[in-house]
């Protein structure tokens, strides 16, 4: 059993930034791909951001790349997300989610446990 905990999310003007963190508590942290996902109300979970358990994969969506940065700290059982550039279309609300699986996954279907979701809201 993992349990995800995220933080770091809040209100913030376009152009502005944010971190947000994803901690995990459990089983071994370092053997899983994580992954950010966001959803807004009355639309699918869409994903982000993910990395692989070593770090060296990161694949983002097209919406996000060249702004949004992943990366983890496997000592620290901690996955971050940082957010620059930040859009009124980035508003959501942003999952951390952990996934057994041996490759990074782009996915819902992989990952096995989530967080409860931290609001991110970017004015206009």
């Known amino acids: 059993q993992v349990q995800l905990v995220e933080s770091g999310g809040g209100l913030v003007q376009a152009g502005g930034s944010l971190r947000l963190s994803c901690a995990a508590s459990?089983?071994?942290?370092?053997?899983?791909?994580m992954g950010w996902f966001r959803q807004v109300p009355g639309k699918e979970r869409d994903f982000v951001a993910a990395?692989?358990?070593?770090?060296?994969?990161?694949p983002y969506a097209d919406s996000v790349k060249g702004r949004f940065t992943i990366s983890r700290d496997n000592a620290k059982n901690t996955v971050y997300l940082q957010m620059n550039s930040l859009r009124p279309e980035d508003t959501a609300v942003y999952y951390c989610?952990?996934?057994?699986?041996?490759?990074?996954?782009?996915?819902?279907?992989?990952?096995?446990?989530w967080g409860q979701g931290t609001q991110v809201t970017v004015t206009s």
């Open positions: 989610a952990a996934g057994s699986t041996r490759w990074v996954s782009t996915t819902l279907g992989p990952y096995d446990y």
């Open positions: 990395i692989s358990s070593s770090g060296r994969s990161t």
């Open positions: 459990g089983r071994i942290f370092s053997w899983y791909v």
